[in-house]
């Protein structure tokens, strides 16, 4: 069975820097699009970064130029790099992948469980 476990949420001060990771395990041929989706409270979820197999990015707008989103496909994991944080980028931050799995082929499109950030002073 294929999962998704995250790690590196946390509190931090505003303008400070946090790095979520994500790692994929299970029977994985392959990964496509990975990206990273973020939930506040009485918000809906929303895209925060995507990256795919050849490293393509996407932001959106509010964390252009103070997030980055990379991935090691050696390691079946996808990062995200957030600088400058602001009390707006508070929410829990969940983990999304694309994967090629076995032993029969398969594509499916899989969540991790999500990791708090609380940008606070």
């Known amino acids: 069975q294929v999962q998704l476990v995250e790690s590196g949420g946390g509190l931090v001060q505003p303008g400070g820097s946090l790095r979520l990771t994500c790692a994929a395990s299970?029977?994985?041929?392959?990964?496509?699009?990975m990206g990273w989706y973020r939930q506040a409270p009485g918000k809906q979820r929303e895209i925060v970064a995507t990256?795919?197999?050849?490293?393509?990015?996407n932001y959106v707008n509010a964390v252009k130029g103070r997030v980055t989103i990379s991935r090691d496909n050696a390691k079946n994991t996808v990062y995200l790099q957030m600088n400058s944080l602001k009390p707006e980028d508070t929410a829990v931050y969940y983990c999304?992948?694309?994967?090629?799995?076995?032993?029969?082929?398969?594509?499916?499109?899989?969540w991790g469980q999500g990791t708090q950030v609380t940008v606070s002073s």
């Open positions: 999304y992948a694309q994967i090629v799995s076995g032993p029969i082929v398969t594509i499916n499109d899989y």
């Open positions: 299970g029977s994985i041929f392959g990964i496509n699009g």
């Open positions: 990256i795919s197999r050849g490293g393509s990015t």
